[in-house]
């Protein structure tokens, strides 16, 4: 059975569903998107997500021809549709069809597309292991070039962070920014941990992460630790205890070698496995998708 998706009310199956070669989505990045999780037949963090998605848009002028109420109806009626209960969820808002030229003036409506997969652990067994992570060349976009608040479809900083990470054979990117401080993986906020204390960047050079908002969380409420938002150097990331990122695609990965570095024992963590655990009970919440 094909996946289903939305597109501005409607549904295909997924080798169907196309948008315009004149969206200025498709032609120049113009739109923002989110990629949720659900977990068990409920979604975690639905609400959090649909706020971050509408900040987003309003940031770049960009009017969502919906409601919120009415966008977690489709995103739960999508998931239905597909009878899914574990799923990556990717919702995508451009600015529309329009012209050639950039102005998005030419654009009278955006279009919203959900799209919805089963998906299963994205680093496999480098869970258990941990990732072998890399620096690389290429740097996080300033906030006064793009502010990383905006989750926009213009991911080509991220992509060729990616590519460098994969040439020079690592499983992950760990990027810095215009001043030389670590600033978030390709698509993951990182965090190290030293004596016992946690630390992760500012959010002014990376994305405000949804699962590393649950992370400090649980961090500080369910086990106590000081969790610090600051910026560190590469010097702090590799004499870390223990190091790791977060993302909804990612969730909660150790990482255990830097630049060739051996962080730690060279094994996940203490305190790494004490938050994938309690993760594990936190997405038990989220909104059903099936009526009980």
Not at 216 to 234: H, M, R
Request: charged letters at 25%; a negative charge.
């Amino acid at each position: 059975m094909k996946n289903l998706v939305f597109i501005d009310g409607e549904y295909y199956e997924d080798d169907n569903a196309k948008i315009s070669v004149l969206d200025h989505g498709f032609l120049y990045g113009d739109g923002v998107f989110e990629g949720i999780r659900a977990y068990n037949g409920k979604v975690f963090r639905l609400q959090e997500h649909i706020d971050r998605l509408y900040n987003s848009a309003r940031a770049i002028l960009l009017d969502i021809p919906l409601k919120k109420d009415e966008m977690i109806g489709h995103i739960l009626d999508c998931l239905r549709k597909n009878n899914l209960n574990d799923a990556y969820i990717r919702v995508v808002v451009t600015r529309g069809k329009g012209d050639l030229g950039m102005d998005p003036s030419s654009c009278k409506r955006a279009s919203v597309v959900i799209i919805a997969k089963e998906w299963g652990a994205l680093y496999g067994d480098l869970y258990e292991k941990g990732l072998n992570a890399v620096t690389v060349s290429i740097r996080r976009n300033s906030y006064e070039s793009m502010p990383p608040g905006i989750k926009s479809l213009n991911y080509l900083n991220n992509i060729l962070a990616k590519i460098e990470a994969k040439i020079k054979g690592g499983d992950e990117a760990i990027i810095l920014d215009i001043n030389g401080n670590i600033a978030e993986g390709s698509g993951d906020n990182i965090f190290i941990v030293k004596n016992d204390v946690i630390y992760t960047p500012k959010t002014t050079t990376n994305l405000k992460g949804i699962t590393r908002e649950t992370v400090i969380q649980i961090a500080d409420e369910k086990f106590g630790y000081t969790v610090k938002e600051e910026f560190f150097s590469l010097f702090e990331l590799y004499t870390a205890d223990e190091v790791f990122i977060t993302g909804t695609a990612a969730e909660i990965a150790p990482i255990v070698i830097v630049d060739g570095r051996t962080i730690g024992d060279g094994h996940p963590g203490r305190v790494t496995k004490q938050l994938i655990d309690e993760f594990k009970n936190a997405i038990i919440d989220g909104t059903p998708i099936f009526d009980k």
